[in-house]
């Protein structure tokens, strides 16, 4: 690994300044589970890496039932995987939570540096997305709250600047009769990134559906959002025919690729089978 510096800022302004000092050659890091194998694999040669853990206040994990979820830029995967909260009001991105990597990852990797990290197969982008969750960033021009839906440009790629931190992911209260499911399939059950991650958010009000995301994850460059398949479902009664209607838009939406994990046509009608299996089972727990 090639040698860098390495810094231990107490405060958003330190470390922004110390990234500034070192014009854009910094890396923040977090639990360093992605960072730390791309540098030892040479993918990323970075000048500094700046730690954020000794950041007052990127910890927070709180839920307000008016204003929803506040999750700092060092709450872990095992934090929201054990946390009562968040299998109650957010369970897409609790069993997301649950179902990655493994256990030694899950006590390191923070659910800001799986957004961050910007893989197509990132197991929360998903659910957050289909929540319409948001991100405060902090930066040398102050703090600035923008869409989740769009941070994500390309495979790795985000809308930050180098020297802007992500400080905290807000995701909005649910609504009363509101679902939440994400499904996740892959070659195993541990240790594997998802072949396909279909979320779903399904809000339900007087026998009819008003509030719908599905997003789809690792069949497109960025998770995918389909309005195609929500406008299906949207403001009418979920029947068994526009549930399929809805999984078969999804299917058609997506773009995915063949890779060592699984062909482009296999992705595909897992699309379909994964949308519908969501929808059905947020259904079912709305009954
Ligand atoms: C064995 C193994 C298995 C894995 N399995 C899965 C899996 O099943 N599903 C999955 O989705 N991922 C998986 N991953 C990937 C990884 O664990 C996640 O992406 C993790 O959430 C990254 O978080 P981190 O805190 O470790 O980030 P880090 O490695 O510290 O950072 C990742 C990137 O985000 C940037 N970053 C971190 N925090 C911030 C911030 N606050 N503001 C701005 N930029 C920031 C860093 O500079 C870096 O570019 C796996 C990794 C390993 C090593």
Request: net charge positive.
């Amino acid at each position: 690994m090639k040698s860098f510096d390495y810094f231990e800022p107490h405060s958003l302004e330190e470390a922004v300044g110390l990234q500034q000092q070192g014009q854009g050659r910094g890396c923040w890091l977090a639990g360093g589970t992605d960072l730390l194998v791309q540098m030892k694999e040479h993918v990323r040669q970075p000048g500094l890496v700046i730690n954020l853990k000794k950041i007052r206040g990127l910890d927070d994990f709180h839920f307000d039932s008016v204003t929803g979820l506040r999750l700092g830029a060092l709450v872990t995967a095992r934090e929201v995987e054990t946390s009562p909260l968040a299998h109650q009001h957010y369970a897409g991105l609790a069993r997301a939570c649950t179902d990655f990597a493994s256990i030694q990852v899950r006590n390191r990797a923070t659910v800001v540096g799986n957004i961050c990290r910007a893989s197509p197969s990132a197991d929360t982008l998903p659910p957050l997305l289909a929540d319409d969750a948001s991100l405060c960033i902090h930066g040398p021009r102050g703090t600035r709250t923008v869409a989740l839906e769009g941070f994500c440009t390309a495979p790795g790629r985000t809308i930050l600047a180098p020297d802007e931190i992500v400080t905290h992911v807000l995701v909005p209260a649910p609504a009363p009769g509101t679902a939440k499911v994400y499904l996740k399939h892959g070659r195993r059950e541990q240790m594997e990134l998802a072949t396909v991650g279909v979320a779903v958010s399904l809000t339900m009000s007087r026998g009819r559906c008003s509030r719908l995301g599905i997003v789809l994850g690792a069949v497109a460059p960025t998770p995918l959002r389909v309005p195609t398949a929500e406008a299906l479902l949207l403001d009418e009664e979920p029947t068994r025919d526009r549930v399929h209607a809805a999984a078969a838009a999804a299917a058609q939406a997506c773009q995915p690729i063949s890779d060592v994990r699984a062909s482009a046509g296999y992705r595909r009608q897992m699309v379909e089978v994964l949308t519908r299996r969501a929808l059905v089972q947020a259904l079912e727990v709305l009954r």
